[in-house]
């Protein structure tokens, strides 16, 4: 799962979560006028996405869409049927491209014959993942897992598993709606506003409507999860974490604490606030964690117990790797750490000062 994952770090209380129990697969619970919670199935780490229906005159607009797959199609089904009462689809906002998110939304579309609705930097980055569906891996990712300090083993698994992503969606619409950072949208009787963000991806779109106090949060802010912020092989320089922290900062400014968080992941909660502090506070700590460490040099497979207590396997290595990288490539922008490459192609990360 490229979310992230539930770690002990992760979760550090102080929230409110105002519902005991969430919605059932195929059902729906109405958690604010026209505002249908409802739930798909996962298959990795993280049981079930949360998707959203919004009232929209005679019928609906949804967020997000779950991941490809048969189980998913049904849950659809059911929740047309049920909890969306017959209705159509007017439209389909996805908060970003992950397959988890973005999986349903060619589909959807192209029943409802209704347009998909997506930042442009998403919309372009899905199109471009999908693209590499079923090419070989790229002497360019191979290079930079090595260098991460990768073994055989390891690489073969990468170039075993590279160009899966299309698997886990249906084919996009050739052309969308592109949605702009401050944006409003009038959703029925209800105005949002886009509030994008970056770091987990490109241009994440988060969704704030103040007259019902709710804001939808995709991956952007999740209670028990800390997202998964990457450096991946297509951009081996980026430094995701500094906008991750940069777009969890602004959100705090721009949106009140009062809201009901509807994240995608784990349950509805209350005190935004409280939760992006705790998420800054962790990336912070990590980053005082790992500059101590590599006061030795260490590869970036070398650090991941001052960033996990959980035991980082084989499933999860990527994802931990990707991470890792974030948090020394943010340390190196920041001065506090420089690399050398050795002969071998790996790289050894040592800090710069105490
Ligand atoms: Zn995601």
Redesign the pocket.
Known sequence: M??GFEDIWADQGGLDYPFAEGPQIGGGLEIAPGVVWMRMPLGGSLAFINVWGLRDGDAWTLVDTGMQGPATTEAWRKAFAGPLQGLPVRRVIVT?M?P??IGMAGWITRKFRCKLWITRLEYLMCRLLFADTGREAPEDGIEFYRAAGWGQDAIDNYMARFGGFGRALHTLPDSYRRVVDGETLRIGDYEWRVITGAG??PEHCCLYCPELKLFISG?QVLPRIT?NVSVFPTEPEGDPLDEWLTSLARIRQVVPDDVLVLPAHNDPFHRLHTRIDQLIGYHEGALKRLHRLISEPKRAVDVFGVLFKRQINEGVLSMATGESLAHLNCLMRRGDAVRTRDGAGVDWYRATSA
């Open positions: 490229s979310d970003h992950h988890d998110h987990h991806s991956d997202s």
